[in-house]
């Protein structure tokens, strides 16, 4: 996926920070997203920043301005100049693209609420758009799961956030996308907030055993074009969940016992995307190895229901595409591409 020379951010806002962004390619970046990256980088003079932003100071005073209905806390002080006191807990796609480092999504778009990101990327890819772009959204009515299953989504308090990718590796393998998108959230929870989160095949990431995130990775093909919606739900700072679901999910909040910064943490998330998905191709076995260090099925009993049924059996490994490697209990050695993982008791049994 090639790196793009101009993006751009729609939605609820057009604000950055670029802390981390290379310097030279700051001017890339939109207006609002380099005043948020200089002015996180320290106190800056209005006339300094003006200039360095190529603005009017009228330009610049409206730029301030709408930062300012934004929810950012500006400080004006006589001898240091402009101080950036605090940035809101909401989702703007400039703030986004600003405090990645890694420069490969044409277009980031926040929505206040929608139906489903999933639906309104598979919609662009229909549509035609080159990608790759991100849809975010801070509330979904209709979030969905695999199987049309219901994904909850509680307004402002998760990252839902759906990818449209063209993979330029050949369709066959596009399953690696899944993988590739749970490594990314694992890596991102580990490093970012210092969790250790356990995969669990195909398509869930747990914290204390519990569901934290879940990804949903739909394919289309348009004239021959194909591209694929890689979906992904993470509970960010839901304090309690309704019944049905209290003893299977936790959110970030829960295993910090604090609430998480969702905007720096869906900008890393963005980026651990884009160094997971540049492996998809020859570099797969660097994602499987990561993975498997991180799989709570490895060695451990299970029931898998797929379309041949349930079956139960102890997983032996992965093969090169990520599929689950399993042991039945008849002794049979059975692929699996697609199912449901059920963990069977707590202790971890010796593959043969
Ligand atoms: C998934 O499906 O885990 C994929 C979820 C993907 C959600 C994202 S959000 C952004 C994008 N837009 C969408 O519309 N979807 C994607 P699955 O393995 O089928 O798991 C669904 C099951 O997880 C449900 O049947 C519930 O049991 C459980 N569940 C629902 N909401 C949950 C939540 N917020 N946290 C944890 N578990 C949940």
Redesign the pocket.
Known sequence: MGRCAQPRTTGSGALADLTTVPPDLHKELPVDARLLSLLRAGDMLQSELAQQLGLTPRELESSLEALHSAGFEIEIHPLRGLNLRSSPDKLIGDDLLSRMQCRWLREITVFQSTT????LAMQRGINGAEGPLAILAES?T??????G?????APGE?V???VLVRPEIPFLHWSRITSAAGLAVTLCLEKHLGLQPAVKWP??VLLDGK?VC???VETAHVSGSPFAVL???I?ANQSC?PDE?RD??TSLKIALNRNVDRPAFAAALLDELERSLSLVGDSFPQILRELEKRSCVINRRIDVHSLIGRVSGTVVGFDEEGHLQMLLDDGSLQMFSAGEVTLNGNTPSTAA
Not at 142 to 147: C, D, K, L, Q, Y
Request: no cysteine; aromatic share 12%; net charge positive.
């Open positions: 489903s990101t999933n639906d979904q209709a979030g969905r799961g695999r199987f299953r219901k994904w909850m989504s998760g839902w956030l759906s398509n869930d569901k879940g990804v949903l979906g992904i739900g509970n969940f679901l299977r999910a």
